[in-house]
C-alpha cells in the first residue's frame, strides 16, 4: 500500500508527535507514505473567512503536485482541517466543471495542472479500511487490556462529507480500539464539536464545548483524537476549565496512532509520548505496568 | 443590491457598500424550521440565533447583521449543513459573512479579522504557517498588549517542548505568490 504524504502545518509543529506517531505506524503495518514535495499550507480555517477562491486555490497547489506522480491514487490526510480543505477541492472540481478550469487557469502561473483524479482520504479512513482491524490483530504486541478508551472524532473528519462513518454517530474507531485489547468508553460527545476555531477569538466560548467533552470522558482512561487542532484544544485548557468548573478534568489525551503504535509494540519513545501536554501520571503509571 | 453600513472607525464614520445577494442566494430556499439553532454548538453564545440570522439575510437587514456577532461565532461543525431539510450550504453562508465583514475590515470582528488575515500573511510569506510569526503580527495589528498574555502560557509550554520555534522558517520565499495574484486579479474582475 503507497499513499501521497500531505502533513500540513500543525504536524511540523505543534502536533509534531502526530506526524512521527503517524509515520511509525504506517511504516510498522508495511504502508509507504510518499510526502507530496514542497508542499504548502492547504488555506487551513483561515482562507475561507477571507476569500472562497483562496480557499480552493491553496489546497489544490497540493493535489496538482501529487497528480505529477501516477500509480498512486490516494492522498493521506491526517488533520481533518487539512483534509477538508482538500477534499472541497476534490468535491467540487467533479460538481462545478468552471470550478476546474478557474483553478487550473491560477495554477497555471506555476505550471502546474489538476484534474481531480485522485482520492483524499483521512487517517482514520486508512487506518479503519485499509489497513484494519484484522492487521492490527495479527500484529499485536502489547493488548491493552484495562484501558479504557473515549474515541473522540470532532467535526471535519465526518461533516460535511460523509465518507467512512456515520456523521451523527460515529462508530468507526471503535473495532480498533478494541482490538488493542482496550475497551471502548461509552459516551456520545465522539462527534460534538470542541470549538477550536473560537478558541483564539472567543475563547469563554470555546471553553464551554471542551468543558462538557472533558466531562463525557469522565472515568475514562484516556481520550484519542484524529486532529491536531481537538487535540490542542482538550490537552491545552484543562486546568484552566478544572479551575473553573471546580472540578478535576484533567485527562491523557492521545492522537489515534500513538494509541494502535502502543499495541503494535511501538515504545513511547517512538510514539513520541514526551510530546503530549497531557498524559497523567496515573496514565503513565498504569502503562508502566504492562511494559 | 449594495446596501450602505456606516461604523465607527478610530472616532470616525466610514461607510462601506456591502452587497448580500451571494448570501441571500445560498438561503433563499429557508423554510425557518430551526434545524440549524438546534444544531449549533454556539448558539448559546450567539446574540441572533442562526435560523433568525438566515431571515435578516433575506430581509436585507444589513446593518444590524453586521453588528451580530452570530456567524463570527461560526465554528464549521457542519451540522447544520449536514441537517438542513432545504440542503442549504448554511456553513458555506455564515463563511461568506465573514468574508464580507474581512473584505471591509468591519471594526466590530477586528478580532478574527485579523487573526485570519495575519496567519494568511505568514502563510504568503513562507509557503507554510510559522505559529510564533503569525502570532506576533496578530499581536501587532490588535494593538493591546494584554491578549498576548493571555496565550503565554500555553506559548511557553509550547516553546518547551519544542514544538514552536523562536525563528522564521528557512524556506523559499514566497512559493505562493504567483497563486495569491493570480487569485486577486479574478477576485477583481467579480
Known sequence: ?291 | MNIAINFKRSNETVQASVNLAPVQEMVRACIQCGTCTGSCPNEFAMDYTPRHLWRMVLMDQTAEIFQSKTFALCSACYCCTLRCPRGLPLTAAMEALKQIAARHNLPRYKHSVQFYKSFIRSVRQHGRVNETEFMTMYFAALKNPLIPLRFAPLGIKLMLKGKVSMLPPIRRERPLESIFRKVAELEERL
Open chain 1, 1 to 291: 500500500m503507497k499513499y501521497h504524504y500531505y502533513p500540513g502545518c500543525s504536524l511540523e509543529g505543534t502536533a509534531l508527535e502526530y506526524n512521527l506517531s503517524t509515520r511509525a505506524l504506517m511504516a510498522s503495518v508495511g504502508v509507504e507514505l510518499l510526502e507530496i514535495e514542497d508542499w504548502t499550507c492547504c488555506g487551513a480555517s483561515a482562507a475561507d473567512s477571507i476569500s472562497d477562491l483562496l480557499s480552493l486555490a491553496l489546497p489544490a497547489r497540493n493535489i496538482a503536485i501529487a497528480e505529477k506522480t501516477d500509480e498512486v491514487r490516494d492522498i493521506l490526510v491526517p488533520c481533518s482541517a487539512c483534509y477538508l480543505n482538500l477534499k472541497k477541492v476534490e468535491a467540487k472540481i467533479r460538481s462545478e466543471p468552471a470550478i476546474l478550469k478557474k483553478l487550473n487557469s491560477i495554477l497555471n502561473e506555476d505550471q502546474l495542472q489538476i484534474s481531480g483524479r485522485l482520492h483524499v482520504r483521512h487517517l482514520l479512513d486508512v487506518i479503519v479500511n485499509d489497513v484494519g482491524p484484522e492487521t492490527i490483530r495479527n500484529n499485536l504486541k502489547r493488548a491493552l487490556t484495562g484501558f479504557r478508551i473515549a474515541p473522540y472524532y470532532g467535526c471535519q473528519c465526518l461533516r460535511p462529507y460523509v465518507v467512512f462513518d456515520d456523521p451523527e454517530d460515529p462508530r468507526s474507531m471503535e473495532p480498533l480500539i478494541e482490538t488493542a485489547g482496550a475497551e471502548v468508553h461509552p459516551w456520545n460527545m465522539g462527534g460534538k464539536c470542541c470549538g477550536a476555531s473560537n478558541m483564539n477569538t472567543e475563547m469563554a466560548v470555546g471553553l464551554e464545548l471542551v468543558a462538557a467533552i472533558l466531562q463525557g470522558a469522565k472515568g475514562a482512561d484516556a481520550i484519542v483524537t484524529v486532529c491536531p487542532m481537538c487535540q490542542m484544544n482538550l490537552e491545552a485548557y484543562q486546568h484552566k476549565i478544572s479551575c473553573m468548573q471546580n472540578e478535576d478534568l484533567r485527562m491523557t489525551v492521545l492522537y489515534l496512532p500513538q494509541l494502535i503504535g502502543l499495541a503494535l509494540g511501538l515504545s513511547e519513545k517512538d510514539l513520541r509520548f514526551d510530546l503530549n501536554l497531557s498524559i497523567t501520571d496515573s496514565f503513565r503509571e498504569k502503562l508502566a505496568a504492562k511494559l
